[in-house]
Nanobody, 120 residues
Framework: QVHLVESGGGLVQAGGSLRLSCAASGSIKRINAMGWYRQTPGKQRELVATLPGGGSTNYADSVKGRFTISRDNVKNTVYLQMNALKPEDTAVYYC??????????????WGKGTQVTVSS
């Protein structure tokens, strides 16, 4: 069993900043990749940023230069620092974790989501 706990969402004015966190715990042998996605009503969930275990970061074009993804491998936690926020960044943000458990099974988990609202 694996649990993902997200935090850091909220209401902020345009131009402001927020930092999202997602901590993974449970039966985890190795985390392969961690990332953030977002979704607005009526639209498909879209990639915001991903961070593979040994690879380079990947960002949506709309957030490049404003958002930074990072991870703490000791705490199994991924962060999303969001700066210069725009009203169009308003969405529910979901954490995603790709991991290998102690049975050497590769699994993928989603967090419950955290609301980010940017006012103009």
């Amino acid at each position: 069993q694996v649990h993902l706990v997200e935090s850091g969402g909220g209401l902020v004015q345009a131009g402001g900043s927020l930092r999202l966190s997602c901590a993974a715990s449970g039966s985890i042998k190795r985390i392969n990749a961690m990332g953030w996605y977002r979704q607005t009503p009526g639209k498909q969930r879209e990639l915001v940023a991903t961070l593979p275990g040994g690879g380079s970061t990947n960002y949506a074009d709309s957030v490049k230069g404003r958002f930074t993804i990072s991870r703490d491998n000791v705490k199994n936690t991924v962060y999303l620092q969001m700066n210069a926020l725009k009203p169009e960044d308003t969405a529910v943000y979901y954490c995603n974790v790709d991991l290998t458990n102690f049975d050497y099974t590769r699994l993928n988990y989603w967090g419950k989501g955290t609301q980010v609202t940017v006012s103009s």
